[in-house]
């Protein structure tokens, strides 16, 4: 891969990962509740599902996605259903949180953090749209003159650090922001806005034309 086209590459990503999307919220709200080892689990399980979409858009994945419009609607129903169900127990566990009014142990609290790698995989997943944005976004870098897996192995390895990076960003600013407003009721309102934002998302996945 030439050095020049995968600074392009390099340069892309990088805006198109600057727009926050479910993932980086994802992260974002990790960082503030748990702190940055769960951001990074987060991160990480977002990872493994683009190690595994890229590998799909090498094989034609996208193309075959492109071809089937009913599988795309159900992956599409799918994965819009599980941001709305995110959105949906999140509100839900706040709102008993505040009502009840009892803080909890460490070892309680510990059992009732998420999975945060594991949803941060669903979460990277649940957009089908993906498949075919990688689909038609990455075969634009790929060079004639060099190995394609070569080159896609490059692709995926710098898009890793091009989210790792932008994400433990956003979460560092948060987390400072959080702190900042931490015992003030600021911190209730952006835990709302965050799951309510998921819902949104969720549902504008649902809807969308394609």
Same mark, same amino acid.
């Given at each position: 891969?030439?050095?020049?086209?995968?600074?392009?590459?390099?340069? &892309?990503? $990088?805006? #198109?990962?600057?727009?926050?999307?479910?993932?980086? /919220?994802? +992260?974002?709200?990790? @960082?503030?509740?748990? %702190?940055?080892?769960? &951001?990074? $689990?987060? #991160?990480?399980?977002?990872?493994?599902?683009?190690? /595994?979409? +890229?590998?799909?858009? @090498?094989?034609?994945? %996208?193309?075959?996605?492109?071809?089937?419009?009913?599988?795309?609607?159900?992956?599409?129903?799918?994965?819009? +259903?599980?941001?709305?169900?995110?959105?949906?127990?999140?509100?839900?566990?706040?709102?008993?949180?505040?009502?009840?009014?009892?803080?909890?142990?460490?070892?309680?609290?510990?059992?009732?953090?998420?999975?945060?790698?594991?949803?941060?995989?669903?979460?990277?997943?649940?957009?089908?749209?993906?498949?075919?944005?990688?689909?038609?976004?990455?075969?634009?870098?790929?060079?004639?003159?060099?190995?394609?897996?070569?080159?896609?192995?490059?692709?995926?390895?710098?898009?890793?650090?091009?989210?790792?990076?932008?994400?433990?960003?956003?979460?560092?600013?948060?987390?400072?922001?959080?702190?900042?407003?931490?015992?003030?009721?600021?911190?209730?309102?952006?835990?709302?806005?965050?799951?309510?934002?998921?819902?949104?998302?969720?549902?504008?996945?649902?809807?969308?034309?394609?």
């Amino acid at each position: 891969m030439k050095i020049e086209l995968w600074f392009l590459f390099f340069c &892309a990503y $990088l805006f #198109i990962t600057l727009a926050p999307g479910p993932n980086v /919220i994802f +992260v974002v709200q990790n @960082a503030v509740k748990y %702190g940055y080892r769960k &951001a990074l $689990l987060s #991160i990480l399980g977002n990872l493994t599902c683009q190690a /595994i979409i +890229v590998l799909l858009v @090498a094989c034609g994945a %996208g193309a075959m996605l492109e071809k089937s419009p009913m599988a795309f609607f159900i992956l599409k129903v799918i994965g819009g +259903v599980y941001l709305i169900y995110l959105g949906v127990t999140g509100l839900l566990k706040q709102r008993r949180k505040e009502g009840g009014g009892k803080k909890l142990g460490h070892k309680e609290r510990e059992t009732r953090e998420p999975s945060c790698f594991k949803t941060g995989f669903f979460v990277s997943a649940s957009n089908p749209k993906t498949v075919i944005f990688l689909s038609a976004f990455l075969p634009q870098f790929i060079s004639p003159d060099y190995a394609v897996a070569q080159q896609f192995m490059i692709m995926f390895f710098s898009i890793c650090l091009i989210v790792t990076l932008v994400h433990l960003s956003y979460s560092y600013l948060a987390k400072n922001i959080s702190n900042a407003f931490q015992t003030t009721t600021l911190g209730k309102a952006f835990s709302k806005i965050y799951h309510t934002v998921f819902i949104a998302l969720g549902g504008g996945l649902i809807f969308s034309n394609r």
